[in-house]
């Protein structure tokens, strides 16, 4: 019998905190699926990163299965070097802030010929999901990256209509829309830039927006055919609220396609494996690699399928790929 592979899964304090039944996030359903497949999975956070000299640690739980569920082993902290783990999959929230990049520093001293990291921190620390979307320029919204209050004012007076964004935050947070009748936007302006110290993203308002957004998900240079529209929540112009009734389900048309293939290969070339690129008429708002979310129980509600399956499948050919177990990837 082959030995276990074992897999630490590095993920937000609050996902720790409501680690059993919360099906709503993309790590819950991971690790599921990791351990009913026999492997051993431990979780952290990354407070609980470290390192002494040139060797990196983590302070660490293990998780099992009861009931179909999963649990971890709240009194029973381990500590292990990173590099005992076949697997890290580093999936802390933003905000991506001092401490994050941090937790990516650590990373700095893992091997990952030895551990495969998902996605790896180094990459991370060198690809900002707002910013670089720019690597894309035929894809992406007009846009400009600034300090300056003028050049915002000014671009929002040729575009109409605009979103103002922060570039190390999530779910939404900070983004505000801009138009020419804003009474507030010297307020709004002044306040994201930390009145003018710190840098904030200003894209054009894409109208099919207020339809929703699709999220595309990609997993090493696959793109996936599955994937949901999140739609703008009561009384904002965004999605804000995770419940059924602000999801539907989608189809990618050929050109999204053909995008986000575009997309993918790039990210896979930079170890940057997981990523969910946030679409709007044929554009992509974002490109999600921190701790990308998959909405698998969203997928499964409207699809009636069990989308963890196809979503492993590409998961575990991506890793015995790294592993050098097969020689061929399992691409489309």
């Given at each position: 019998m082959?030995?276990?592979q074992s897999i630490l899964f590095i993920i937000d304090d609050l996902e720790l905190k409501y680690f059993e039944f919360n099906d709503l996030v993309t790590n819950f359903w991971l690790i599921k699926e990791f351990l009913?497949?026999?492997?051993?999975?431990?979780?952290?956070?990354?407070g609980g990163l470290y390192t002494e000299g040139k060797t990196a640690f983590a302070v660490c739980y293990e998780t099992c299965l009861k009931d179909n569920n999963i649990f971890y082993?709240?009194?029973e902290p381990q500590r292990y070097i990173i590099e005992h783990f076949d697997i890290v999959f580093f999936r802390p929230d933003p905000p991506v802030d001092i401490?994050?990049?941090n937790?990516?520093?650590?990373?700095d001293f893992v091997d990952s010929e030895r551990t495969i990291v998902i996605n790896n921190p180094v990459a991370i620390k060198n690809f900002n999901e707002k910013f670089h979307l720019n690597y894309f320029e035929e894809y992406a919204p007009k846009n400009i990256v600034t300090t300056n209050s003028d050049d915002i004012k000014a671009f929002v007076r040729e575009h109409k209509k605009a979103i103002i964004k922060p570039l190390n935050q999530c779910f939404g947070g900070g983004v505000y829309y801009l138009d020419t009748e804003e009474k507030n936007i010297n307020a709004i302006i002044?306040?994201?830039t930390n009145n003018g110290k710190t840098m904030v993203m200003v894209q054009e308002y894409l109208e099919g927006a207020k339809y929703g957004d699709?999220?595309?998900l990609i997993v090493g240079e696959h793109v996936f055919d599955e994937c949901i529209i999140k739609l703008p929540g009561k009384d904002d112009f965004k999605f804000s609220m995770h419940s059924d009734k602000y999801f539907e389900t989608a189809k990618l048309t050929k050109e999204e396609k053909?995008?986000?293939l575009h997309v993918a290969k790039h990210l896979n070339a930079v170890e940057l494996y997981m990523a969910g690129l946030d679409v709007a008429d044929g554009k992509i708002m974002e490109i999600n690699v921190t701790s990308p979310c998959y909405f698998i129980r969203e997928i499964n509600a409207h699809n009636n399928e069990r989308f963890q399956d196809i979503l492993m499948e590409k998961l575990i050919n991506l890793i015995e790929l790294k592993q050098g177990k097969i020689d061929i990837p399992q691409l489309c």
């Open positions: 082959p030995l276990k009913q497949r026999d492997y051993e999975v431990y979780t952290a956070v990354k082993k709240k009194e401490d994050y990049i937790a990516c520093n650590v990373f002044k306040n994201l699709k999220r595309i053909e995008m986000a």
